[in-house]
């Protein structure tokens, strides 16, 4: 053979083997892209919650109660409302600023309240999860409610606060105590001490020792259920509970 023909051949199998790496190149290029490899992807899930989790209208206030063994919490110094002695026992734990937390109020709450708090069949307790490194507002919040709450007024601050999520402050907490009529003073004076970080901070620590990760997280009896979940969710859980 030549040394033109033998160059030749040589130059046709490089391009033939370049082409071939090329194609091969681009087809794991394009398998990579729809699988997350090559390390680019990012795997993830999610419940409905901003942290997410960092996702209540009120019967007659109810002052904080004892309960039953719900996963070992301390609920004695946790608001309530519904019959002391219902069968089900829902625990929300919940962050003031958090705007999955303000829908569940205002798309599901109330459709328990009215199916099942009301009708004696679900004792609903609030508790404090406030997601501090991106909801600021939400600790202060928490304070602000339980302050409420020394004067019998909390579910209507929690309603208050969620229906004014958008103007969180120091300033409006204290005006909107004035607005429901409370005595300021006592208010301001709970409200300036944080008096109920201590309160606040046990809510956080049950709530993560039980599988609480995000806002709003739900405890109904022994079974967790997380996010901003559609009525029906909570509907399929109750009626299970109250048929056991």
Same mark, same amino acid.
């Given at each position: ?50 942290n997410p989790s960092p996702n209540?209208?009120? *019967? ?26 219902? $069968? ?9 600023? =958090? ?23 679900? $004792? ?22 339980? =302050? ?64 609480? *990760? ?20 909570? *509907? *399929? ?8």
């Amino acid at each position: 053979m030549s040394d033109d023909k033998k160059k030749l051949t040589i130059e046709v199998d490089q391009l033939t083997i370049w082409r071939f790496g090329t194609v091969l190149f681009l087809v794991l290029f394009v398998i990579s892209l729809a699988t997350g490899g090559f390390g680019t992807g990012s795997g993830s899930s999610g419940n409905g919650n901003p942290n997410p989790s960092p996702n209540p209208t009120p *019967q007659a206030p109810q002052a904080p109660g004892e309960t039953g063994d719900v996963k070992n919490l301390d609920l004695s110094n946790n608001y309530f409302k519904g019959d002391e002695d219902a $069968k089900v026992v829902i625990v929300e734990f919940s962050d003031f600023q =958090c705007p999955y937390c303000g829908r569940f109020y205002e798309q599901t709450l109330s459709q328990i309240d009215d199916n099942y708090v009301k009708t004696g069949k679900v $004792k609903f307790y609030y508790a404090d999860f406030p997601l501090d490194s991106i909801h600021p507002n939400a600790r202060p919040a928490a304070n602000a409610a339980r =302050c409420a709450g020394e004067q019998d007024k909390f579910w209507e601050y929690h309603d208050k606060v969620f229906e004014n999520q958008e103007t969180l402050s120091n300033d409006n907490f204290k005006k909107w105590a004035q607005e429901l009529g409370l005595d300021t003073s006592k208010f301001n004076d709970c409200f300036d001490s944080k008096k109920y970080d201590g309160e606040v901070n046990k809510d956080l620590q049950e709530g993560s020792s039980n599988g609480i *990760q995000g806002t709003p997280g739900f405890i109904i009896n022994d079974k967790n259920l997380d996010g901003a979940q559609p009525f029906s969710a909570f *509907q *399929q859980v109750i009626e299970a509970e109250l048929a056991s």
